[in-house]
């Protein structure tokens, strides 16, 4: 059995999500793309993935396909993202408190500190 293709994580979950809303193509959605038609965000992230990538989107949809390791800048992104748009105060200072953890490690992330 071939090797699974290893996509980021972004683009795993487009796809998931495109196969949860009922899409049996998803090659034949990317093939025909139309800039004029509406599309989903999630059909955006593939297609801009597909364009760097064809080969690779290919593959992932015939021998499926795992979530690529996130760097731990990618981790910590992840989770502020989360907890910065909480409604719940908790995880607000959640995401205040990993700020000041990487700016006094002098650490800078794009998206938290940079």
């Known amino acids: 059995m071939p090797d699974k293709v290893k996509l980021p994580r972004k683009v795993a979950e487009a796809i998931d999500q495109m196969k ?5 193509s998803l090659m034949a959605c ?7 038609e509406p599309v989903t ?9 597909y364009l760097k990538n ?19 800048e990618e981790i ?9 748009s909480s409604d719940d105060r908790k995880y607000r200072g959640m995401a205040i408190g990993l700020k000041e ?7 800078k992330i ?3 500190n940079a």
């Open 110 to 112: 794009e998206g938290v």
């Open 30 to 36: 990317i093939a025909r793309w139309e800039v004029d």
């Open 20 to 24: 949860y809303m009922g899409v049996t």
């Open 76 to 84: 910590i992104r992840f989770r502020y993202d989360g907890y910065i």
């Open 54 to 72: 064809p080969y690779l989107i290919a593959c992932a949809l015939v021998n499926g396909y795992e979530i690529e390791p996130q760097t731990p």
């Open 41 to 49: 965000g999630e059909l955006c992230t593939i297609h801009d993935y």
């Open 101 to 107: 953890a990487i700016d006094i490690l002098g650490i």
